[in-house]
Structures are given as C-alpha cells and as structure tokens.
C-alpha cells in the first residue's frame, strides 16, 4: 500500500513511503527518509591499485598543551605559515583545504594560548587590510621547525634501525 504525501517537498515523516511515478506512468513505492539528517560518515581512505608501491613515512608531531588546549602544533604552525605566506586567514583556510571558521578559531586559540598575540590584524590597505604574523608569531614557527630537525636528526639512527624492522 502506497501513500502519496502531502504538503511540500521535502517535509514529511522519515521512514514515511511516497509513491513515484515513472516516464511511462507506472506507480513504484519507494521508502526514504524524508526531513532528516543523515549521520555523517567517516571518508574513507583512496584506494590503492594493487600495482602501487607502499611507502614508508616518517614524521615526528610535536604538540604543545596549555591546559585544555592545544597551544601549538603541526597543523597550527601550517597555518602560521600559510597565513605569512598570503597575508590573510582567508586565503591560507582556503590553501590549506579548510574553512574560514576552522582557521579563526585556531588562530584564536594560538592568540589565547602565548604570552602576546602570534596573529594580527593589519588595518587599512587597498583592500581593507589584511592578518600578519607578528614577531612571536615567526618566532613559533622557527622554533617550532627547527625542532623538528633537531629530532630528525638526534633519532636518525634508531629510525633507520626501526625502518628494518618493517615487513617489506
């Protein structure tokens, strides 16, 4: 048994049937959630072709807490970068493949989380200004970097030894 719901599109009861009609005028059921949301699922990771080699990647990921919050860390400093790069949150979320949001509110929590503000906001311009690291700002990104090295180097050896350890 079919029902034909009423009102307007796209309001009515999840689970509810509704009748469609075909091109050639045949009545076919269908059942769908209608005015819903659907829970969002988790993407899943590209497939590989099975000719494809695998490759060994090794990064370290340094984070600094304060408090709840993550003061700084590898995305934070991408961020940091990125802003140094384009002179703008905007520009760097969109670079960085992320919102506009998600970019302020890291930003606003780097600001928060330091002694001083690593990000400001620079008034005025042709184009109504723009965001700037200040001297904290590249001072975390370079102190930041460079530890990164200074760790790829000091465990060296024991990642060439763990890298053996590895099934080929």
């Not at 829970?39 to 304060?66: E, H, M, N, V």
């Not at 993550?70 to 919102?99: C, F, H, N, Y």
Request: zero cysteines; aromatic letters at 4%; a positive charge.
């Amino acid at each position: 048994m079919t029902r034909k719901s009423a009102g307007k599109a796209g309001h009515g009861v999840a689970g509810q049937t509704r009748a469609r009609t075909t091109p050639v005028g045949k009545v076919r059921p269908t059942t769908k959630s209608v005015g819903t949301a659907r829970p969002t699922q988790p993407r899943a990771a590209p497939a590989r072709s099975a000719g494809s080699a695998d490759t060994t990647t090794i990064a370290f990921r340094l984070r600094i807490s304060k408090g709840e919050d993550i003061a700084v860390g590898p995305g934070k400093v991408d961020l940091l970068e990125a802003i140094a790069a384009t002179g703008s949150i905007t520009a760097a979320a969109k670079q960085l493949r992320m919102s506009y949001r998600r970019a302020w509110l890291l930003v606003d929590t780097m600001n928060r989380s330091f002694r001083a503000p690593v990000v400001a906001a620079e008034a005025g311009g042709a184009r109504g200004g723009g965001t700037a690291l200040t001297a904290l700002g590249a001072e975390v990104v370079l102190r930041y970097r460079r530890i990164e090295k200074a760790a790829a180097r000091a465990g060296a050896t024991d990642l060439e030894a763990f890298l053996a350890l590895l099934a080929r």
